[in-house]
């Protein structure tokens, strides 16, 4: 089963930008669509976006949509989300985690944790307003 560690989180200010990488270990990371979830204070664990196996589709939250950018380095082992344009709303606990298989494309895009075996330990972003 893939390991998955996150890190890039940070303070920032409103307006500025990160990029959140997700390093992978065992398992092959290159056959795994994999999603990025986040968790404010006093909140449920939300989907952010997920990437097929080969970058070839990617699906966004729409409060994220036009913003942020998901994408993988297969040969590094590595997803990345990169964020632009932060807002305070954005401030979470950010998680990857990797798709578990057999499931249909929109099944991953609907965004449940449940379709989603291997979960990272997250990576903090604030973002001050």
């Known amino acids: 089963q893939v390991q998955l560690v996150e890190s890039g989180g940070g303070l920032v200010q409103a307006g500025g930008s990160l990029r959140l990488s997700c390093a992978a270990s065992r398992g092959t990371f290159s056959t795994y669509n994999m999603g990025w979830f986040r968790q404010a204070p006093g909140k449920e664990r939300e989907f952010v976006a997920v990437?097929?196996?080969?970058?070839?589709?990617?699906y966004y939250a729409d409060a994220v949509k036009g913003r942020f950018t998901v994408s993988r380095d297969n040969a590094l082992n590595t997803l990345y989300l990169q964020m632009k344009s932060l807002k305070a709303e954005d401030t979470a606990v950010y998680y990857c985690?990797?798709?578990?298989?057999?499931?249909?494309?929109?099944?991953?895009?609907?965004?449940?944790?449940?379709?989603?075996?291997?979960w990272g330990r997250g990576t903090q972003v604030t973002v001050s307003s």
């Open positions: 990437i097929k196996w080969n970058g070839g589709s990617t």
């Open positions: 985690a990797a798709g578990i298989p057999g499931r249909t494309w929109s099944k991953y895009c609907s965004g449940q944790e449940a379709d989603f075996g291997s």
